[in-house]
């Protein structure tokens, strides 16, 4: 079973980017699909960004829509969500998740079985 862990997370100012990392382990990350999901104090998680197995498709919350891309190299075992003109708002918990049984891509944690701690992001005003 695949293992993720992300890194990258840190306290950055309002308009700065950043890219957090998902670094898968176990086995290859090479034919799941892969989101990001985040959880700021005392709301539900939510969805950030997809990219399916093969890196052809990708969806994002409107939230995040023109300033977050997500990427991925199979040959690293590592998916990236780099973030541009962040916002306050923005802070939360960035959890990466793992869809090994998936068609199509889910914008909902329901299909992904396998998820990594966590890594936080901050950004001050």
């Known amino acids: 079973q695949v293992q993720l862990r992300e890194s990258g997370g840190r306290l950055v100012q309002a308009g700065d980017s950043l890219r957090v990392s998902c670094a898968a382990s176990?086995?290859?990350?090479?034919?799941?699909?892969m989101a990001w999901f985040r959880q700021a104090p005392g709301k539900e998680r939510e969805f950030v960004a997809v990219?399916?197995?093969?890196?052809?498709?990708?969806y994002y919350a409107d939230s995040v829509k023109g300033r977050f891309t997500v990427s991925r190299d199979n040959a690293k075992n590592t998916v990236y969500l780099q973030m541009n003109s962040l916002k306050p708002e923005d802070t939360a918990v960035y959890y990466c998740?793992?869809?090994?049984?998936?068609?199509?891509?889910?914008?909902?944690?329901?299909?992904?079985?396998?998820w990594g701690q966590g890594t936080q992001v901050t950004v001050s005003s």
């Open positions: 176990g086995v290859s990350m090479s034919y799941y699909h």
């Open positions: 998740a793992a869809d090994a049984g998936g068609t199509d891509v889910s914008t909902t944690p329901s299909p992904y079985d396998t």
């Open positions: 990219i399916s197995w093969s890196g052809s498709t990708t």
